[in-house]
Structure formats: C-alpha cells, structure tokens
C-alpha cells in the first residue's frame, strides 16, 4: 500500500520523494505497542468504549496528550507508545515547541516515515504551547523544519489548563456543530476552548482523509 502525505503547502509527500533513506536514532525510538492499546468491546449506544479514529502520541514527558485527548472525544492517549495493532493506527504526534521538544517530535515523525513504528499512519504534529509570546527564531525554524515532511497543528498557551484537574475538562465531539468564537470566555469546564475544539475538527477531517488516500 502507497501512503501518500501531504505537507502545510499542500504537495504530497510519498517515501519516494523523501530525500534518500530516512536515518533515525535507534537509542532513541519511541515504543511500539505489542498489543491493542484499545481492547475494549464497542457498544454503540456508549461513545467512549468506541475506538479512537486517531491516537495521540507524546513525543516526550509532559507534552500534553493526555490533557488533548480528554478534551477531543475521536482521540485516544497513546502515552509514549506508538498503537501498531490497533484497527486505527493514525497518530498524531504531540509536543512542546521547546528545543528538546521539537527534536523529539521531528524523531518521531522520522520513525514513522522510517517505518520503524509498525503499521502506524502518521497524520501531524501538534504543538502544544508552554508559554505566552512569539517563538524564538531557531525554534520557529525547526518547526518549518518538520512542516515539511507533516502538517503542524499549534494549540496556544492557555493558564486555565494548568490549573483544572484533567478530569473536570470539557469535551469536544465531531458531533457538536462548529462554534464561532465566543465573545466571553468560557470555564475549560463546561466548553472547549474555541481554538482547540478548530483544531481537533481539523484533525479528525485529515484523519478522515489519511484513511481513505490509504485505501485508494
């Protein structure tokens, strides 16, 4: 089966337009789960024992997949493993724009492209903000650096995730109808900030995607 990617200019990416064989760190790999992360029975009637259309995989400690993955239902938290037998082994790989970040995550998506990640489709990269302000330049740099293998999603900075049990989070489903920006901000609580719930649509839309260039 040919995977095709496409990159944030729009250009598809096949193995064959990467340049030469892909080198990855094997010291450095992230794990590859033998065995289903997802093994739950599905009942219809029960959103949350149905398995994820898309995993989350944190490229290091404390990228904050767990927090993403509570907030998008289509989500599972793949901790630092990558779902190799899962029926649905898209993932999204998550991180800090941090340097030591940054560089996890491009090694991850190098595995993946490097096929040293099982079966594992990979769909993007999301940042997820650990401060306020502009990025400093270099990693700024890195991030176009990853932007053209992958498409990068970022999630800003927001105080009121670091402060409410993961737990208590809102949840957002491909079933809500599109939100426009809320005038007045509202408790991390009761809804999903504006930006993230945009963000994981588009997700769950190129997972969407990604599923069926696969069987094209």
């Known amino acids: 089966?040919?995977?095709?990617?496409?990159?944030?200019?729009?250009?598809?990416?096949?193995?064959?337009?990467?340049?030469?064989?892909?080198a990855v760190d094997r010291e450095r790999?992230?794990?590859v789960a033998e065995y289903c992360l997802h093994?739950?029975?599905?009942?219809?009637?029960?959103?949350a024992s149905w398995a994820?259309?898309?995993?989350?995989?944190?490229?290091?400690?404390?990228?904050?997949?767990?927090?993403?993955?509570?907030?998008?239902?289509?989500?599972?938290d793949a901790g630092n493993l990558f779902p190799a037998l899962d029926a649905s082994p898209l993932v999204v790989i998550v991180c800090r724009p941090s340097k030591t970040g940054l560089e996890?995550?491009?090694?991850?998506?190098?595995?993946v492209l490097a096929d040293e990640a099982g079966q594992c489709q990979l769909v993007g990269v999301v940042c997820v903000a650990d401060s306020a302000g502009k990025l400093p330049k270099p990693l700024a740099q890195k991030i176009r650096v990853i932007e053209e293998v992958t498409r990068v999603w970022h999630v800003p900075y927001m105080q009121s995730l670091r402060i409410t049990d993961t737990d208590d989070l809102a949840?957002?489903?491909?079933?809500?109808?599109?939100?426009?920006?809320?005038?007045?901000k509202r408790p991390v609580t009761t809804a999903v900030p504006h930006t993230i719930a945009a963000v994981g649509r588009e997700i769950f839309t190129a997972a969407g995607t990604k599923n069926q260039e696969d069987w094209t």
Do not use: C, Y
């Open 52 to 76: 994820p259309a898309f995993w989350l995989v944190a490229a290091h400690g404390g990228a904050g997949a767990s927090t993403l993955s509570q907030m998008w239902a289509p989500a599972g």
């Open 1 to 22: 089966m040919t995977m095709l990617r496409k990159n944030t200019k729009g250009s598809t990416i096949t193995p064959q337009s990467l340049p030469g064989r892909i």
């Open 171 to 184: 949840v957002w489903s491909p079933d809500d109808p599109p939100m426009e920006k809320p005038k007045k």
């Open 104 to 111: 996890a995550a491009h090694r991850a998506v190098l595995q």
């Open 39 to 47: 093994d739950a029975d599905q009942i219809e009637e029960d959103r």
């Open 29 to 31: 790999l992230l794990g």
